[in-house]
Each structure stands twice: as C-alpha cells, then as structure tokens.
C-alpha cells in the first residue's frame, strides 16, 4: 500500500512537470538509502540519465512560463507526463516489495498503467486550465500558475517519497486547486467579454 502511494503521488507530480519526480527518485536512490531502485531500473540513477533530466528540466521550466509557448509544450508533454508517471509509479513500486505484495511482484505492468492514469489525468487537468488562465489574465497568469505547479509538483513528490500517508489528502488538494484556478478564470474571462460587448 505504501509504495502504491508513493508511485501515484510520483505520477501525479509528473502530470504537472515530468522530471522533477523524475530527478528526485533519481537523486535519492543516488545519495540515500531510502530508494533502491531495482536492477532493471537502476539506469535512473546514472549521471548521464540525472544529466539529461537536469537539461530537460531546465528546458520545461523555461518554456512553460511563456504564454502560447505552454500550450505548445503542453501539447508535447501530452507523450512525455504520462510516460514519466508510469516509468516513475513501476520504480517505486518495484520495490514495492516493501509492501510484500506478490500481486503487484507478479503483475509490474499494473504500475505502469495506474502511473500512466495517474499522470495524465493530472496532465490533462492542467493542460484544459492553462489556456484559460491565459486568456484570463492576458498572458501575466502563465508564469504564476506555472511556477505554482512546479511547486506543487516539488512538493507533492517529496511528500509521496517521505511522507505517502499524504499523498491523497493532497491530490484532493492538487484537484480542488487546479479547479479554482480555471473557475477564477472563467470568470474573469466571461466578465472581460461582457465589458467588450457593451462597448
């Protein structure tokens, strides 16, 4: 149960930003014995793959921040989010062992497919709220809801990796905030239009 906790609040941070989960179970499973990776998964923890986490990470961060540059990147991450939450979801849960589940032992594909859900239904939410936050605010909310996700991604990883009794109070959290955030903008939109038709 614990590592199945883990794995979704993983997957979950990768549906707002692919590689910062990605790099902290690298980094951790590198420097601590708190993850140990299993041999087929041990790759995740070389330099060269931190390397171009790092790198790819950088590249998110920066583009995510710019108005219609999001909602193109976000089209790309559409592949990329929901891989990552599965490839991040079957690490962990391979060791998974921790929970001495032979189901889960015996059945990896079911880590894959729940990181998967897990991370694009997530991707998906974000994806739907941005262009509204967009157009809501002009372009000036792209770089607050982005930074806010990267934030919460950070946290919610670090959360599911130390503490993943959290993990579901905050994707009820996760879910409840991203849905304010496209109200708030909806708003702000409808009563933009309605100013513009008076005149």
């Not at 906790?5 to 910062?20: E, H």
């Not at 951790?28 to 390397?51: C, K, M, N």
């Not at 079957?90 to 001495?100: K, L």
């Not at 709220?129 to 919460?152: C, K």
């Given at each position: 149960?614990?590592?199945?906790?883990?794995?979704?609040?993983?997957?979950?941070?990768?549906?707002?930003?692919?590689?910062?989960?990605?790099?902290?179970?690298?980094?951790i499973a590198r420097f601590s014995d708190v993850i140990t990776l299993p041999q087929s998964y041990a790759w995740i923890e070389s330099w060269w793959a931190i390397g171009i986490g790092v790198l790819l990470l950088l590249t998110?961060?920066?583009?995510?921040?710019?108005?219609?540059?999001?909602?193109?990147?976000?089209?790309?991450?559409?592949?990329?989010?929901?891989?990552?939450?599965?490839?991040?979801?079957?690490?962990?849960?391979?060791?998974?062992?921790?929970?001495?589940?032979?189901?889960?032992?015996?059945?990896?594909?079911?880590?894959?497919?729940?990181?998967?859900?897990?991370?694009?239904?997530?991707?998906?939410?974000?994806?739907?709220?941005?262009?509204?936050?967009?157009?809501?605010?002009?372009?000036?909310?792209?770089?607050?809801?982005?930074?806010?996700?990267?934030?919460?991604?950070?946290?919610?990883?670090?959360?599911?990796?130390?503490?993943?009794?959290?993990?579901?109070?905050?994707?009820?959290?996760?879910?409840?905030?991203?849905?304010?955030?496209?109200?708030?903008?909806?708003?702000?939109?409808?009563?933009?239009?309605?100013?513009?038709?008076?005149?």
């Amino acid at each position: 149960m614990i590592a199945a906790l883990t794995g979704m609040g993983l997957s979950a941070a990768a549906g707002l930003n692919a590689y910062i989960p990605f790099l902290l179970v690298a980094l951790i499973a590198r420097f601590s014995d708190v993850i140990t990776l299993p041999q087929s998964y041990a790759w995740i923890e070389s330099w060269w793959a931190i390397g171009i986490g790092v790198l790819l990470l950088l590249t998110e961060v920066v583009l995510d921040k710019v108005p219609a540059v999001d909602t193109v990147n976000d089209a790309v991450q559409t592949f990329i989010r929901p891989s990552m939450g599965g490839l991040v979801f079957a690490a962990t849960s391979a060791a998974g062992e921790v929970d001495r589940s032979s189901w889960m032992t015996g059945h990896p594909w079911v880590g894959v497919v729940l990181g998967v859900v897990v991370s694009g239904l997530v991707h998906t939410g974000k994806t739907a709220a941005r262009p509204v936050i967009n157009a809501g605010t002009l372009g000036f909310g792209a770089p607050v809801a982005s930074t806010v996700e990267d934030g919460a991604s950070v946290g919610l990883s670090l959360v599911a990796v130390f503490l993943p009794v959290l993990v579901v109070v905050l994707l009820v959290a996760l879910a409840a905030l991203l849905l304010w955030l496209w109200r708030a903008a909806r708003r702000r939109r409808r009563r933009r239009d309605r100013r513009a038709a008076l005149v």
